[in-house]
């Protein structure tokens, strides 16, 4: 756990996997509190972010200025904060100083239940909040997680899903590859964007097409949001 981009290890093998071939694409989740001079060195349309911000824990617009440097860099990136109450004005501060291009996500928050005048003000900012705010029904549903999608943790054990704890087998031997295949999730809810951006019930792959490693939304005039999930 913890800031990958302050350890030197995680920057090199970024910039390094941005230039193979055969990747399309490389993102890492991030707070930005690391220096960014490493990107100018990586293939920047192949990396990409989701940078979060924690008011309270780092000055806006410190955040900004590295926000705008990444910018500056032409690097794809995201930015989001979780959603909550004490922290609205501080989303929206964040949202008006933002490029317009930049999409701006909320995570809704831990056991927090949000009225409908709170998830309004929310999705004012963010108008797929309502991915978020929401629990998904998952169970006997199809996910590409275990299929196209896997969670690796730091021994090499392979797993469908971050929130499944069954082991596939592991990357370094090669032996989960027999294992990947289709199937149903045996979860009753997804509720976190990481888990349930991946089930093919939900319309997410096309709302994020070509971003869904940095959660950066087709850019239309809902961010790729259908019509229908906007009601």
Known sequence: MGEGLTRSWYRQTLTRLSHLPHVDRVAIQTNLACRLDWVADTDRDTLALWATYHPGQVRRDAFLAK?????????????????????????????????DDVYLWVNAADGHRYEPAEEADWTGIDPLFGYSVRPHESAGRACRAGET????????????????????GNLYDGSYRAALGPRPCPNQLCDC??????????????????????????????WGVPARALR
């Open 67 to 99: 926000c705008a440097t990444l910018h500056d860099l032409g690097v794809r990136f995201s930015v989001g904060v979780v959603g909550q109450p004490g922290h609205l004005a501080e989303a929206r501060a964040l949202r008006a100083a933002l490029p």
């Open 149 to 168: 999608v896997i969670s690796v943790r730091g021994d090499g054990q392979v797993r469908r899903c971050h929130f499944v704890d069954e082991p596939l």
């Open 193 to 222: 964007h990481i888990g349930y951006v991946h089930l093919r019930t939900l319309p997410l792959y096309d709302v994020f097409a070509g971003g869904v490693l940095e959660r950066v939304p087709v850019r239309d005039a809902t």
